[in-house]
């Protein structure tokens, strides 16, 4: 049997206009190019237009004549004409005064365009810091009791880069596959990590800390404070770029999916607060960042968690933890129940049940240490409540006296 | 918090008649069509139960109440117990008055058999005496031996003093000729035990 040659017949039966052979279809061939997100086949122009975009000479950079194709990173007219750049914008319900020029910089990588003037590396860092301080101070005046291995997990969750990457994904943010001057603005540009690249391997050097060499020494949780970043993870010294190697200052190193999409979002942050204003940027915080759900209750983990209820009465002169039965059930059978209740004096501190007397009684310690910590004032004010107009005079936050050591 | 409230199974005919959803249809059972025990009408019969009492109405019979009968549970640890609050909170002045209608804490039962009544009775001699013991003989002074002697805890025993190096490394070598006795099942019950007991921190 012959096979059916659908091309011809389609072509006889369908009307002219419907054919796919058409002007159309040579059109949409031709225009391929332009939607590939790749670089310019020409590398040297290229890397010669690099060399001319070192920092010295930024102020005169773009000439009207320069092709599209040899930028590193799209140019600032294009932003107009990007749906997805004004689609975003209106998605996130960002303010008229943020433009939309700012907010396709803010999707360029410094791994993409390396010129500070059309990357977001400025915006990013003012937006970590004003997330950081947000996060911070909402922290420590809503709960004043936080030990703080668990304030470092929860800023870590808050505003860490996991989370801010999670939420660019939420927002719809897609990455380009390379960045180009071609490209769509509307896409989040950077040079990508290598896949199968093992990135832990090589050890993390210039952090603050002295001594960093030294694996084996003891990291204290407060010296975390000190040397460390807000999430308690080693932090990076910085370089002024005054001080760059040339060389250093040419290779921009990839970055991961994860990085960028965290740089993205904190420079949203950061153009809205220089665009809009303080109120502007802590109202996207609260909508953003705070309404995130996040069980602080569950970050805890105690070891011994009846001694340190015992250090922490003996601490604020409490009478001792005595531990009593409130109920039980089944204490002969293959699944008991007890329900224990640990007291100071006649005041309940915790509540516990367990399938053991031990169980019940170490879980009513973890209640009842978790009730401590877990303290909220009833009317939290934020020291950053004073930057608005006519905000009524400071009072001092309750601040706890530290975390129970034992 | 655990209110228990013995639910007595009632003839039919004496429920209130004030929340029809709830009542239970009253079917005469017939004499001759009795089967076993088993029956499914005699199960269902069975578990037609008087509701709880917080479920039903109030003494004026008015329906203008919401009816709030959560599950029993452990209570949440937002919730700060009073003797936790600042003394300047206003949430001490308004639970004040909860105090009335609170358990007495002396009735209820303790966790432990016997209170372990602390004596402070050992003197600092006591306490030299116990180390040297251990330091110039540790198979003969272990920590049992040492506590019965001095009337304390094997706890104290090791707080005050540490057996010598020779001890710990004898008794590492009896602890690894035990374990390597157990098979697979035992090995792994006891991991699961650790594992369980570290749960417990975590509130899982």
Known sequence: MKRLQLQRWSSSALSSRARTDGRLQRQLCSSKRFQSTDATPVQPASEQLAEQQSFPSTTIRRPVRVSKYKLPSPPVQAAHESAKLAALHARLYLPSRLPLETLARCLINPSADRNPQFNNSSFSVLGHDLLTNYATEHLICTYPRLPLSVVFATLYAYVGPKTLAAMAREWGVEHAALPGGEVDPGLLQYKRVDPGTDLSTEPLVGTTRPNEDQKHWRKSINSSVVYDNEFGDPDLAGVPPSELQPEQAQNTKPVTMEQASADFVRSVMGAIYLHAGRAAAKRFFEQHILSRHLDISSLFNFSEPTR????????????????????ETGRRSRTPVFVVGIFSGKDKLGEGAGASLPEARARAAVAALKGWYLYSPVEVRVPSTMEEEGAAPWKPVYVDLGEVVS | MATFITVSRRPIMGMPFGIPFLLPSYEPVSLESRRNQSSYRRTKQRLRIKPDASFG???????????????????????????????????????????????AVEELPSVFKSEAEKKYHLTPSDVTEIRKLRLNDPMTWSRGKLAKRFDCSPLFIAQVCQTSPQKKEIQKQVLEAVQSRWGAKRRMAREDRKLRKESWGRDE
Do not use: G, Q
Request: proline share 12%; glycine share 0%.
């Open chain 2, 57 to 103: 109405l109030s003494s004026d019979k008015s329906h203008s109440h919401i009816v709030y009968n959560p599950p029993s549970s452990s209570p949440s640890v937002y919730h700060t117990p009073t003797k936790f609050l600042p003394a300047n909170d206003a949430r001490r002045s308004l639970r004040a008055d909860n105090y009335a209608n609170a358990p």
């Open chain 1, 308 to 327: 340190d209820l015992v250090r922490l009465c003996a601490r604020e002169n409490y009478e001792p933890p005595v531990a009593k039965i409130i109920s």
